[in-house]
């Protein structure tokens, strides 16, 4: 059965990182861009990770501009929007795509895994679906992930338990994450 850990990915440095380097850690995965309207998901997400970090829990963050233009910088101008507006302190990996011919391997992974299951309810739900049903059409059924800061966890084992879509309240992503802990 595969798991997160037969994955590699790259490092900001364009180094080859085996996801077995985080094997027995509760890992939230995330992808990320610094002008969207969710970059202030930066702020729990950091909180979260300084206080759980010590119980075996990290955040994978990926960059992505497949989604509005949203992330153009570099991964060096990335990294350093966010540890100065942000005080990101969790692993942040090179820039990726997540959908299309050529997604990320991992992103591909986590989507079959977890499909996406709608947006929830609301004002943001009905925006979201607009700009997604619209940025995602281009990529035809390789449209893996509709928005940026969608978020995966995985346990322990290396399985991926939840979906959360940029619309889910960061606290029950926290509520979430705790629990897996």
Request: aromatic share 14%; charged share 25%.
């Amino acid at each position: 059965m595969t798991t997160i850990y037969d994955f590699n990915v790259k490092d900001r440095a364009g180094n080859e990182v085996s996801l077995k380097d985080y094997e027995g850690k509760v890992l939230l995965i995330v992808n990320t861009a610094t002008g969207c309207g969710f970059t202030p998901h930066y702020d729990p997400l950091e909180a979260m990770y300084k206080e759980m970090r010590d119980q075996g829990f990290e955040i994978l963050d990926f960059p992505c501009n497949q989604f509005a233009n949203q992330a153009p910088e570099s991964d060096d101008e990335i990294h350093q929007f966010c540890t100065m507006k942000f005080g990101t302190e969790f692993p942040q990996f090179a820039k990726i795509d997540v959908n299309g011919e050529t997604a990320d391997p991992l992103f591909a992974f986590l989507a079959t895994e977890k499909p996406f299951e709608g947006f929830g309810k609301g004002l943001k739900m009905a925006a979201l679906n607009k700009f997604a049903k619209a940025n995602n059409k281009q990529f035809g059924d390789k449209a893996y992930i509709k928005w940026n800061f969608t978020k995966f966890l995985v346990d322990r084992e290396g399985n991926v338990v939840a979906r959360f879509e940029p619309t889910v309240d960061m606290d029950e992503v926290k509520k979430a994450v705790a629990a897996a802990l």
